[in-house]
């Protein structure tokens, strides 16, 4: 058990659509990451957290956002969902400091299945 | 910019045998370089990290790997494969400073009695 938790595990729903995939954060961990493991992408940086801020963003679409509450729980919001989407979502989460490097922590996922 | 290589999606081995994931990154920058491993229905799980300095490193499990920077390879073994070693490994860089992991497409490995 990495300490990280996610929910739901597992999301079916409908193409267009949105949904919400919450992610608490190790106790004292500041950085959520999130990222999106598919098919046809393989494991993909979306987005990162640090303190409520946006530090760093990957290959995230404009359908989805995400946002770092200031108890430092994490959502990512996915709309107008395609069939494409449909994937494992991992978050993971990070050092209580910005150092050279953090080691991630990541959680058991959300499966979003999009019929 | 970044990448990894992982070459071979699927790798069988018998329970006992030396187990040998192969990576090769491109990094403009001194990389950072992990090895996770993805149990079934399960999240990743760190198996050991390059950083700075030594560049054999052991992880979890008696897996090692060794940076080799002329070769841009950071290839994963073990030297006797077991049953519980069956699961999916992935390689990732990244550059110190970003914290973004940029993934290989995945080893799965095999581990037959």
């Known amino acids: 058990d990495s300490g990280v938790t996610q929910t739901p595990k597992h999301l079916i729903t409908a193409t267009g659509q949105r949904v919400t995939l919450r992610c608490s954060p190790r106790s004292g961990d500041l950085s959520v990451y999130w990222y999106q493991q598919s098919l046809d992408q393989g494991l993909q940086f979306l987005i990162q957290y640090y303190n409520g801020e946006e530090r760093a963003k990957g290959n995230i679409l404009e359908r989805f956002s995400a946002q770092q509450f200031p108890d430092l729980h994490s959502e990512l919001n996915l709309s107008s969902l395609e069939l494409g989407d449909s994937a494992l979502y991992f978050c993971?989460?990070?050092?209580?400091?910005?150092?050279?490097?953090?080691?991630?922590?990541f959680g058991p996922g959300t499966r979003l299945t999009v019929l | 910019a970044q990448s990894v290589t992982q070459l071979g999606s699927h790798v069988s081995v018998s329970e006992g045998a030396l187990v040998l994931l192969r990576c090769n990154y491109s990094s403009s920058v001194p990389p950072y370089l992990f090895w996770y491993v993805q149990y079934p229905n399960q999240g990743l799980q760190l198996l050991l990290k390059?950083?700075?300095?030594?560049?054999l490193v052991k992880g979890i499990n008696g897996f090692e790997a060794e940076f080799k920077k002329s070769e841009t390879s950071f290839h994963l073994t073990k030297p006797s494969a077991h049953m519980s070693d069956a699961a999916e490994y992935f390689c990732a860089v990244s550059a110190p400073g970003t914290d973004k992991l940029i993934f290989g497409t995945g080893t799965r490995l095999q581990v037959f009695p």
């Open positions: 390059y950083t700075t300095g030594a560049t």
């Open positions: 993971a989460s990070s050092g209580a400091k910005l150092k050279p490097y953090n080691e991630q922590f």
